[in-house]
Structures are given as C-alpha cells and as structure tokens.
C-alpha cells in the first residue's frame, strides 16, 4: 500500500518562500508521476503542477508558473514543491498525489490518482 505524506505547510506573509515535501512510502517512487494539487473550502482539488517519471516532464498551473516549481528525488521517495512569491490567493491545503503512467506521462486533473496524501495548510498573509 502507498502511502503520501506532505510536510511543510504553515504561514508565510505575501512575497515569502515555501517548500512542500511529499514523502512517498510502500513503494519506490520512480514508479509514479506526481501531481500537487490544492483545495480551497468547499472547491475541488485544482490543479498546481506535476512531473513525470523521469522528472524531465513538468506542467504547471497558469497561476503558479514562474513562481513554483515541482521537483522530485527517487532517492529520497520525497517529491517537492518550491513556492516562491507567494500571494494571498495561494492560501490553501496543498496535497500530493500518485499515479501510475507509462513513460514520462503527466496527468493535470485530479481524476485518475490513485493515491493522496492528507495535506499540508499553506496560508498566505497580506
């Protein structure tokens, strides 16, 4: 059974820096592309960004580009998620996702990951 665990999280004011980390353990990370994603009340899971198997793959949110950056150590199991200029509208639970695709395939919806995490509040301060 894998399991995600995200660390991290906490409040920052507008302009700061966070890192999310996404502990994967059960199986070896290498096997799954990953996906952040995040939840604002009573919203769906919206899209941050993701990276394929190999790491060469990224895609990212319109909203996040240039300001986050999805990265990933098979060595460690950890996946990570550099945030930097962070604002106000970036507040909310963030969680890592797993799935399994062929090659270095990446998937932006939430549908089809097979696994989560249980999130980490990030909380932006104006």
């Known amino acids: 059974q894998v399991q995600l665990a995200e660390s991290g999280g906490g409040l920052v004011q507008a302009g700061g820096s966070l890192t999310l980390s996404c502990a994967v353990s059960?199986?070896?990370?290498?096997?799954?592309?990953m996906g952040w994603f995040r939840q604002h009340p009573g919203n769906e899971h919206d899209f941050v960004a993701a990276?394929?198997?190999?790491?060469?793959?990224?895609s990212y949110a319109d909203s996040v580009k240039g300001r986050f950056t999805i990265s990933r150590d098979d060595a460690k199991n950890t996946v990570y998620l550099q945030m930097n200029n962070l604002r106000p509208e970036d507040t909310a639970v963030y969680y890592c996702?797993?799935?399994?695709?062929?090659?270095?395939?990446?998937?932006?919806?939430?549908?089809?990951?097979?696994?989560w995490g249980q999130g980490t509040q990030v909380t932006v301060s104006s």
């Open positions: 059960g199986r070896t990370l290498s096997i799954y592309a």
């Open positions: 990276i394929g198997r190999t790491g060469r793959t990224t």
């Open positions: 996702a797993a799935d399994r695709l062929s090659g270095d395939m990446i998937r932006a919806v939430s549908s089809g990951y097979h696994y």
